[in-house]
């Protein structure tokens, strides 16, 4: 037993050495130092699509604060599912209120069946857009954008070889549920691996339209499951890449339970399963935090049955101090977040739990990230906003049946991602 134990321990240094290898460096670019934003004259023509299916608890902001970008050629398409979708009467509310001109509403006319409803509304608002329009950005419901969101996406893409900008969310609920604090910890973890692997976020997104035309992203569209996380391999095919900004991390404050919480990341990783070049990093990781978890606890117990006290102490301390580590890890990340909302004056105060709890949190987070991790890798459909889709690879969905969206979708599934 002792060699298993000497193997347990250098695994953890070794899993411990590189997380913190890799919050390190997310820190540091969190902190860097800002890039001047573009000046009226220098900003190119946008426009910005939100596709709604749904009423989100946040949306009546969302649409409020795209009307007060401090953008100075911009169009907004709002892109709903169906006439009688619950978000329109929340749009009309908040267009009412508002003297503004630019922006147009459109229904999806023709959803397709070899792709989701996102994807088909993207598609349908990008054919419809002018020739003089440079910039094709488009956000979440659930996300609040600050006035200099779209002139930081548009300064972004200044950049020659940058094809497409994005930001990432940052979970920070005003009440700290269970299932909430799940959440924030997941995503703490996986707002590393994104910035580090380039993956991007529809939340916040921003894509030249000449890199749309190279690659051809629009015919990869009409047979995805989503349109973001292919954009890293899709745009370096033509020389291109995905660059994050710091800046454009996103704070939601819903609330979410557990349940509804497994099915929406299980679709989070299968987007990655399908369209990312790191989706065996990201299965690596996974595993091997289950399986440090499960194999450590396992091992003291099987050490105390042996009547081996010393040892399995040894092993329960060693277990202890990395997950103390992990929720350091945690605290760290969020840390450098918070700090780097500050610096641009964006206020993100929120009720955080007792050291203590964090760490049932970040050990109930693995266990349910572990079985969303193992549903997505035998998974072969998913449901997203009522829809249930087939998978049968990356450019073989099968929307299975249409049906408009209805209250008693969203009282069944998580209500925080403000797309279709």
Avoid at 21 to 31: E, K, S
Avoid at 107 to 115: G, R
Wanted: a neutral charge; hydrophobic letters at 45%; aromatic letters at 10%.
């Amino acid at each position: 037993m002792v060699s298993v134990t000497a193997a347990l321990i250098a695994t953890i240094c070794i899993s411990l050495a590189i997380q913190s290898w890799l919050v390190f460096g997310f820190t540091r670019l969190m902190m860097g130092r800002r890039v001047g934003l573009l000046d009226n004259a220098q900003c190119p023509e946008a426009a910005v699509v939100l596709c709604l299916r749904g009423g989100d608890p946040f949306l009546h902001r969302c649409v409020d604060a795209l009307l007060q970008q401090d953008y100075p050629c911009y169009r907004i398409i709002f892109v709903v599912d169906h006439r009688d979708d619950p978000a329109l009467p929340i749009l009309r509310e908040t267009l009412a209120s508002r003297a503004n001109d630019h922006y147009e509403i459109q229904f999806l006319t023709d959803p397709s069946n070899t792709c989701s409803l996102k994807c088909s509304s993207i598609l349908q608002a990008y054919r419809s857009l002018p020739e003089t329009v440079e910039i094709l950005a488009q956000l979440d419901a659930d996300t609040i954008a600050h006035p200099s969101w779209l002139r930081e996406l548009a300064t972004g893409l200044a950049e020659e070889s940058v094809g497409a900008v994005t930001g990432n969310r940052w979970y920070a609920p005003d009440e700290p549920s269970r299932g909430a604090m799940v959440r924030h910890v997941w995503n703490a973890a996986a707002i590393v691996q994104m910035s580090w692997y380039r993956i991007a976020w529809g939340g916040t997104l921003a894509i030249k339209r000449s890199a749309i035309r190279e690659a051809k992203l629009d015919d990869r569209w009409s047979q995805a499951l989503c349109e973001d996380t292919m954009l890293t391999h899709q745009l370096s095919r033509i020389g291109k890449r995905v660059e994050f900004q710091p800046s454009l991390i996103m704070v939601n404050r819903e609330d979410c339970d557990v349940s509804s919480f497994v099915p929406w990341v299980s679709r989070q990783l299968l987007t990655a399963r399908l369209y990312h070049r790191a989706w065996p990093l990201v299965v690596v990781h996974g595993i091997a935090s289950a399986a440090i978890l499960l194999l450590g606890w396992a091992l003291v117990l099987a050490l105390v049955l042996m009547k081996q006290v010393q040892q399995s102490g040894l092993v329960a301390v060693v277990m202890a101090i990395f997950q103390l580590a992990l929720v350091l890890l945690v605290l760290w990340i969020g840390r450098s977040v918070e700090a780097s909302l500050a610096r641009d004056g964006r206020d993100q105060l929120w009720q955080k739990p007792h050291f203590v709890r964090w760490i049932y949190i970040v050990t109930i987070t693995q266990w349910v990230y572990s079985w969303a991790l193992l549903r997505c890798l035998f998974g072969n459909d998913t449901h997203w906003r009522g829809i249930r889709y087939h998978i049968g690879g990356p450019w073989r969905i099968k929307m299975e049946r249409y049906q408009p969206y209805s209250e008693s979708v969203q009282s069944t599934q998580l209500g925080t991602q403000g797309s279709l």
